[in-house]
Structures are given as structure tokens and as C-alpha cells.
């Protein structure tokens, strides 16, 4: 079993940054896969970042390429996502998702096993 609880939400201008956090419970931590997703108010959930357990590839959503960065930290089983030039588009919920380490398409939600509750992001213009 994997906990996920996600932090580092919160309320920031447009154009401005914001770093998310997921902490991880477990031992394997380094042997899954690490993903974001999103969700808003009357929208799909949406593909943003994810990074391979040994951090040797990431796949962005096309929405996100060249303002979000993921990456890890398998010392202190963490993932982060820094978000820069934010938009009122990025607003959601943000939720951290993991899965053991495969190859399937790092896009689809329902191929990840363990989600974490979600952090609000509010970008005003």
C-alpha cells in the first residue's frame, strides 16, 4: 500500500509560480512511477507531468511544456511540480498518482494504482 499527500497549493497571480509537493509512504517509493494530473470544475481529468522511477525520462501535457517541471527526490520519497507562468487555465485540483514502474502510456489515469486527496491551485488574472 501507498499513501500520497500532496501539498504546496494554493492562491498566486497569473504569471507567477507555485511548487507542489508529493510525499510518498513506503520503501518502494524509487521503484514507481510518479505522476500529476488535474482536474477542473466541469472538466475531464488532465494529464500534466510525469517522471520514470529513476527519474531517467518525463512526459509533459502539451498544455504545461515549458512552464511545469517535475522531478524527484528518492531520498526523502518525494515528487515535486514546479509551475511557473501560471495561468488562470492552470486552476484546479491538482492531484499526485503512482504506479509500479512500467511502460504503458504515462498519460492515462486509470493505469496508475494510488492517488493522493489533491491540492488546490487558483490563479487569478
Known amino acids: 500500500q501507498v499513501q500520497l499527500v500532496e501539498s504546496g497549493g494554493g492562491l498566486v497571480q497569473a504569471g507567477g509560480s507555485l511548487r507542489l509537493s508529493c510525499a510518498a509512504s513506503?520503501?518502494?517509493?524509487?521503484?514507481?512511477?510518479m505522476a500529476w494530473f488535474r482536474q477542473a470544475p466541469g472538466k475531464e481529468r488532465e494529464f500534466v507531468a510525469q517522471?520514470?522511477?529513476?527519474?531517467?525520462?518525463?512526459y509533459y501535457g502539451d498544455s504545461v511544456k515549458g512552464r511545469f517541471t517535475i522531478f524527484r527526490d528518492n531520498a526523502k520519497n518525494t515528487v515535486f511540480l514546479q509551475m511557473n507562468s501560471l495561468e488562470p487555465q492552470d486552476t484546479a485540483v491538482y492531484y499526485c498518482?503512482?504506479?509500479?514502474?512500467?511502460?504503458?502510456?504515462?498519460?492515462?489515469?486509470?493505469?496508475?494504482?494510488?492517488w493522493g486527496q489533491g491540492t488546490q491551485v487558483t490563479v487569478s488574472s
Open positions: 498518482a503512482t504506479r509500479r514502474a512500467s511502460i504503458a502510456s504515462p498519460r492515462e489515469g486509470r493505469l496508475y494504482e494510488y
Open positions: 513506503g520503501r518502494t517509493f524509487s521503484s514507481y512511477d
Open positions: 517522471i520514470a522511477w529513476n527519474g531517467g525520462s518525463t
